[in-house]
């Protein structure tokens, strides 16, 4: 992920090894959300992890472009 401008962090304490962290510099838009979501779930393809590609980015653009 950090190739395509996304840094990530371990989970801390009970959380080691469940989640990983994100962080941000400033306001967020919404258009950062799904980009970042796009590159989490391309890492994640290429680890070949079982999930529904564009299942997050379709759920977040659901909820924040809904009219």
Not at 21 to 37: D, Q
């Amino acid at each position: 992920m950090y190739e395509n401008g996304v840094l990530v962090s371990a989970g801390k304490g009970v959380l080691a090894g469940k989640i990983f962290r994100l962080g941000h510099m400033g306001n967020i838009t919404e258009n950062e959300v799904v980009a970042t979501l796009s590159i989490i779930e391309k890492t994640l393809s290429e680890i070949n992890y079982n999930f529904k590609l564009g299942a997050g980015v379709g759920a977040a653009e659901n909820i924040l472009f809904a009219k």
